[in-house]
């Protein structure tokens, strides 16, 4: 007689999941509530499925007609767990979605973030007299940080709200300082010595370089100005021959692209979205130009003390950091407008630096 030893297998808890093909995917994608919703009010609507890397598939959902509208995305992953649905501006705005640091990296960290909102608030606030109108204008801008965590969340509802009360806030502020009759403004008052802002101000320069160099990245703008430089540089058609992964970033006028031609020519582009580093230097330099602009303005206008205050201003608001660490060319238009403000006594260089500020942002 022979015994035959045979392992012994645990029960299994249920059938083994099918493999995720198309149409599980699909079917995965239409039980969640977004695509439900959707169907409700679209009910011929149609699926679209896509496979992409790592056995991850993309589910559309596209309404009826000859002018189809994508008005669903989903996601599911190799496991067929649905990772990610999404309906209306963001399905075809990927920045929306509140991707980790889609926008400037590790700016968004909280102990950076709220550092450099200490910073940009303590020298100037007066906790002998809470009151001032100086310190409801601080409070504004900070206040789009509360903004900028629910866009980071995906929250657009909560986001943009929050940001057009602020933006309301600082337009009558603007409005109401502009216009009044009054004489000298009042005096600086700060609460420490501009000495300590000046060497926190070099400070701050040096990790705001730093901090572009080891780990910004650079979003669609930036991308943009690389690629129109790459086509002036080569003498190629500017308007209308832009790569599909940035098809609308010809959108900004001539004179944007043609700043970025000397960077463009130090650190050529290499025809993909990659480090850019191009892109990198000019949100850099203009960064770091509006910086000394604003130390000029203040000098002239009235001393070196004001100077320092603006420049430390600019360097100490989280947002000017944002906007370089993301590789914009948000910075451009500012240089050009400063520029125009410390040569406000010329007419003429005031006018073309003004137009100049126009010119980088509206495409012919």
Request: proline share 7%; aromatic share 14%; charged share 15%.
């Amino acid at each position: 007689m022979v015994a035959l030893a045979l392992p012994a297998f645990a029960p299994a808890d249920g059938p083994p999941a099918a493999p995720l093909n198309r149409a599980r995917a699909e079917a995965l994608a239409s039980k969640t509530e977004v695509f439900k919703e959707q169907r409700r009010e679209h009910p011929r609507a149609s699926l679209s499925a896509t496979k992409k890397a790592g056995g991850v598939w993309e589910i559309s959902l596209f309404s009826y007609g000859s002018q189809q509208k994508q008005l669903a995305l989903a996601k599911v992953n190799s496991a067929g767990k649905v990772t990610e649905v999404w309906s209306g501006f963001q399905v075809a705005w990927t920045m929306a979605r509140g991707y980790p640091g889609a926008f400037g990296r590790s700016i968004n960290s909280p102990w950076i973030w709220v550092g450099l909102c200490v910073l940009f608030l303590l020298p100037f606030f007066d906790w002998r007299n809470p009151f001032r109108w100086l310190h409801f204008d601080l409070l504004a801008l900070v206040g789009f940080s509360a903004s900028l965590a629910f866009f980071n969340a995906a929250n657009l509802g909560i986001s943009v709200p929050i940001s057009s009360a602020l933006l309301a806030w600082l337009v009558g502020r603007l409005l109401f300082v502009g216009l009044r009759k009054s004489s000298r403004p009042p005096p600086l008052r700060l609460m420490v010595p501009a000495r300590w802002l000046l060497v926190i101000g070099l400070f701050l320069v040096g990790f705001r370089v730093g901090l572009n160099i080891l780990d910004g990245n650079v979003i669609d703008v930036g991308y943009a100005g690389v690629i129109g430089a790459d086509k002036l540089s080569h003498g190629r058609q500017l308007y209308g021959a832009f790569p599909f992964d940035n098809g609308s970033g010809d959108t900004y006028g001539p004179l944007l692209y043609l700043l970025y031609v000397p960077f463009e020519w130090i650190w050529p582009w290499h025809g993909t979205w990659d480090d850019l580093p191009a892109a990198h230097a000019v949100a850099g330099v203009f960064d770091l130009l509006c910086a000394g602009l604003l130390f000029m303005i203040g000098r002239k206008l009235r001393d070196v003390t004001v100077g320092i205050v603006l420049a430390y201003s600019w360097l100490a608001f989280p947002f000017s950091i944002y906007t370089t660490n993301s590789g914009s060319n948000d910075a451009i238009p500012a240089a050009f407008i400063l520029a125009a403000i410390w040569l406000h006594r010329q007419p003429l260089a005031r006018g073309a630096l003004s137009a100049a500020a126009g010119l980088t942002k509206f495409a012919p």
